[in-house]
């Protein structure tokens, strides 16, 4: 062997434990997860949900099997989408060409039933549950579609004339990727996303009852989709939202020739790269209203914005979740000083934190997509909507931001290899997640939006009234839990309060803090009701995971020296 081979016995155990590392990692997203296989029996409506376990677990294995692999192919430099604006015959087509790979993932996806789950309308909870774990790889470069044709679907469903209806649904529903339909919606212009007031696109009024949209779009996420979804002014003298209608608006018109738009380039993005997001002008597109027009901001944040903000959440935690298993794998793996690195409290706590928040936050995202089939089916009380409206957005905020932070702690524990594109799925999480947290309103934004819904509709009474019931309902088998967090409830109303009799500016600071208190608030209060709910008594690592929760958050703060403690991070951090 030449010195430039030379393999010394330390370099070769290295390489042997980091394979070994790659060939633990779970070959069933579903099966290995849980805490969302128990919370799903909460949720689960026998009704509808009777192979829905069958259906995840298949769809599981596909996950952490073919389509980890295929992600990872199709966001490969190189492999990225391009415009092919022209046809072999130089027809104008504005179509996106992707890499083989998109197109297997999306045959996967789709294939598993993701959006045909809405057949049995309402049903959030199929839905999401399918989608969280098509986000155990990111975006993957079809979660943004996916997000977008369920809110296309809602549309359909809820508000679009018989004609519309008849023509699209199906193809909306079709879990065959070959043969179905996908949606978009363009919203933001260059003024500005979050003063989606300032929009400028116009509509005119065909004599067949049609409009036309003229004007720019300036980020068009999954622009080769079939029909997009678009806010423009329906009235050039009604100023700010008020003016903005919801049009529908296909790709291409009903004698097959494409609708009059051009896409002028493609975004070059930090994350979901794999996803073709471009600029786009309208040129007198043919577009149908949906609904009455002076309700089509109402109704595009209804329908559609409401959607796309829950599959945000869940898209942020499926990519939470697999950092949380990369991370927790690797640390059996991988050595230091002599000892695995799971050894060392500093890693078990690490772990042990973004497993504790994953499923919190999973367990309160759930509980908003169960919420949301029983608004659907006129089921939910009014305190449950405006309990809805804004858990959404706390939810939105805070999901967002655990996924950053989550492929942040993931890749400390990875160390150097973490920064490695090709070493493990983290830096793609990361850069995914960047994305995640600016679409469906920023954080400010959404803060905004729950300062101004609790000013003017009050709509904090209905959260408040919510999260007491689930506390009361779990207060027999929880005792000393659900008392600490009714003391917690208790002093975050009065915090609300003092917020709330603050000046504008001074508000605005205090309820940053504030929407991620009521955020863990609304987590632990569903996770203790979800206890309740529970066929079976929790597991070990179910009590330590809420127990950490509550104690990072909520209540008196672990002492390190307490042996219950380090015993709870071991636990936590897979070391049986
Ligand atoms: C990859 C990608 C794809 C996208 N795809 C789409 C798409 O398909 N369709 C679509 O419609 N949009 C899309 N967007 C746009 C996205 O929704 C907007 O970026 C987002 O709504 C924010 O708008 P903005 O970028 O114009 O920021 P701005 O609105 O200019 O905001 C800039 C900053 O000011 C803050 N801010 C704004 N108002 C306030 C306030 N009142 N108080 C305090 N702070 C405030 C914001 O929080 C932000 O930090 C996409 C964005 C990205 C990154």
């Known amino acids: ?258 609708n009059n738009f051009r896409i002028r380039r493609l975004k070059d993005k930090i994350g979901t790269r794999a996803m073709a997001s471009a600029e786009c002008d309208f040129e007198g597109a043919v577009a149908y209203h949906m609904g009455p027009e002076e309700e089509g901001f109402k109704n595009m944040m209804r329908h559609v914005i409401n959607t796309s903000r829950l599959y945000n959440a869940f898209a942020c935690l499926g990519s939470a979740r697999r950092a949380y298993v990369t991370a927790q794998t690797y640390s059996r793996f991988r050595e230091a000083f002599g000892r695995p690195i799971v050894q060392y409290p500093l890693i078990q706590e690490t772990i042990a934190d973004v497993k504790a928040e994953v499923d919190a936050a999973v367990s309160g995202s759930m509980y908003l997509a169960a919420l949301q089939d029983r608004i659907d089916a006129d089921l939910a009380t009014e305190a449950g909507e405006d309990f809805f409206r804004m858990a959404l957005n706390l939810n939105k905020v805070r999901t967002a931001k655990l996924s950053r932070w989550a492929a942040t702690r993931g890749i400390e524990v990875l160390g150097g290899n973490g920064a490695i594109e090709t070493f493990s799925v983290l830096p793609r999480l990361l850069r995914d997640s960047i994305v995640t947290e600016n679409w469906e309103g920023t954080h400010n934004t959404l803060q905004m939006q729950v300062m101004r819904d609790i000013d003017k509709y009050g709509i904090h009474e209905g959260f408040f009234e919510i999260l007491g019931e689930l506390v009361e309902a779990s207060a027999e088998s929880e005792g000393q839990r659900a008392e600490t967090v009714r003391r917690e409830m208790r002093q975050s109303k009065v915090a609300l ?70 015993e709870r991070l071991a636990l936590l951090a897979g070391i049986d």
Not at 529 to 535: A, G, I, T
Request: hydrophobic fraction near 35%; proline fraction near 5%; charge should be negative.
């Open 1 to 258: 062997m030449s010195e430039m081979q030379t393999e010394y016995p330390a370099h070769r155990d290295s390489r042997e434990s980091l394979t070994a590392w790659r060939e633990a990692q779970p070959d069933n997203a579903f099966l290995d997860d849980a805490h969302f296989r128990r919370t799903l029996e909460v949720y689960r409506d026998p009704q509808i949900h009777d192979d829905l376990d069958d259906d995840l677990e298949e769809f599981g294995a596909e996950v952490a099997g073919p389509i980890d692999e295929l992600a990872r192919q199709n966001d490969r430099p190189g492999n990225h989408p391009e415009l092919d604006r022209w046809s072999d015959f130089g027809q104008r087509t504005e179509q996106i060409a992707h890499h083989p790979s998109y197109h297997e993932v999306g045959r996967r996806i789709y294939g598993s039933g993701v959006m045909a789950a809405y057949r049995d309308a309402p049903n959030s909870v199929g839905a999401l549950s399918r989608f969280y774990l098509s986000s155990y790889n990111g975006e993957a470069g079809h979660n943004c579609p996916l997000a977008c044709t369920a809110g296309v679907i809602r549309v359909l469903q809820h508000l679009a004339p018989d004609r519309l209806r008849d023509r699209y649904l199906d193809g909306f529903l079709n879990p065959d990727y070959d043969e179905h339909l996908e949606g978009a919606q363009f919203m933001t212009e260059i003024q500005g996303g979050s003063d989606v007031g300032q929009n400028a696109t116009r509509a005119r009024r065909a004599d067949d009852g049609s409009w036309r949209l003229w004007g720019e779009k300036w980020f068009c996420s999954n622009v080769d989709a079939d029909v997009f979804l678009m806010t423009a002014r329906f009235a050039e003298d009604v100023e700010g939202t008020s003016g903005l209608g919801l049009f529908f608006v296909p790709r291409r018109l009903e004698d097959g020739e494409l």
């Open 497 to 566: 309060q003092e917020v709330a009799s603050m000046d504008e500016e001074a508000a605005t600071l205090q309820m940053r803090p504030l929407m991620d208190r009521l955020a863990r608030l609304m987590y632990a209060s569903v996770r203790l009701w979800e206890r309740s709910q529970y066929p079976d008594a929790p597991s070990d690592v179910d009590d330590a995971s809420l127990d950490h929760f509550i104690g990072r958050h909520i209540g008196t703060r672990p002492d390190p020296e307490d042996r219950s403690h380090r």
